[in-house]
């Protein structure tokens, strides 16, 4: 599987491989192999350089972390 990001965009692909052991001949299948390519928008408070993936018991994990918003300071004002 490849994650990348490229301006705002995260682009997934990766490929179902068969999942049949050598020898081993299949009555039905759900699905074939293929190739899945799936892009998702991202909003503009995700911070792309600390995107990070993980992977368990199949499962794809993408952590998609926020910017933290600039806080709002009082400006004080001199009479001058």
């Given at each position: 599987m490849?994650?990348?990001?490229?301006?705002?965009v995260l682009t997934l692909h990766g490929?179902?491989?068969?999942?049949?052991?050598a020898?081993?001949?299949?009555?039905h299948r759900e699905y074939q192999?293929?190739?899945?390519?799936r892009t998702l928008t991202l909003p503009d408070n995700?911070?792309?350089?600390a995107i990070?993936?993980?992977t368990r018991n199949g499962v794809v994990t993408i952590t998609l972390p926020t910017i933290k918003a600039a806080q709002p300071r009082r400006i004080a004002v001199t009479a001058g």
């Open positions: 490849q994650i990348s990001v490229n301006q705002g490929v179902v491989a068969d999942p049949a052991p020898g081993f001949t299949q009555v192999p293929a190739d899945f390519h995700v911070d792309a350089g990070s993936a993980t």
